[in-house]
T-cell receptor, first 114, second 111 residues
């Protein structure tokens, strides 16, 4: 069965500092991987996705993520965070059937220090 | 098209009452999903439609829950005899390819 682990419940970084949010997945075949962001009162917004090809994927808002099959990881990174990046971030995995539901991790809440 | 919309955005109800939520997907999407999100958790899959056919239901979807998508466009999620444990954010998403686009959610509070 598919599963996603986000080991950090809360992360605090200073504005302008770099960010890495960790995500590990469990899936028997090639996974479809996603990062979503949820701001207070807002819906889930897709930041980026990995289906195949280049293992370093670029997303919106300056985010990127790297797929590492050997580590079953899909960590999210940003070189310099902005106060507006404070939100909850969800890593998710989907199956290779395009109809598949998405399995979400429990999320990492990002706090930004001024 | 302005994306997935959900109504109402908030609903407060007393235990034992029935509630119904509506989701309007992105018009060209034929797949529609319902998820539930409780505090401190990620969204959990409830059910999925391809056009008007309900193709999968989670074990989370007890017999008090029913979802419909009568004409393959909007969908409704009804909860009968609500319980305090039903308090959550109910999210709808519509899909194209492998991507799902989420609405803002309906926050249900059962008192």
């Amino acid at each position: 069965a598919q599963s996603v682990t986000q080991p950090d419940i809360h992360i605090t970084v200073s504005e302008g500092a770099s960010l890495e949010l960790r995500c590990n997945y469990s899936y028997g075949a090639t996974p479809y991987l996603f990062w979503y962001v949820q701001s207070p009162g807002q819906g889930l917004q897709l930041l980026l996705k990995y289906f195949s090809g280049d293992t370093l994927v670029q997303g919106i808002k300056g985010f990127e993520a790297e797929f590492k099959r050997s580590q079953s990881s899909f960590n999210l990174r940003k070189p310099s965070v902005h106060w507006s990046d404070a939100a909850e971030y969800f890593c998710a995995v989907g199956g290779d059937n395009r109809d598949d539901k998405i399995i979400f991790g429990k999320g990492t809440r990002l706090h930004i220090l001024p | 098209d302005t994306g997935v919309s959900q109504n109402p955005r908030h609903k407060i109800t007393k235990r034992g009452q029935n509630v119904t939520f509506r989701c309007d997907p992105i018009s060209e999407h034929n797949r529609l999903y319902w998820y539930r999100q409780t505090l401190g958790q990620g969204p959990e899959f409830l059910t999925y439609f391809q056009n008007e056919a309900q193709l999968e239901k989670s074990r989370l979807l007890s017999d008090r829950f029913s979802a419909e998508r009568p004409k393959g466009s909007f969908s409704t999620l009804e909860i009968q005899r609500t319980e305090q444990g039903d308090s959550a954010m109910y999210l709808c998403a519509s899909g194209e390819g492998h991507e799902q686009y989420f609405g803002p959610g309906t926050r249900l509070t059962v008192t």
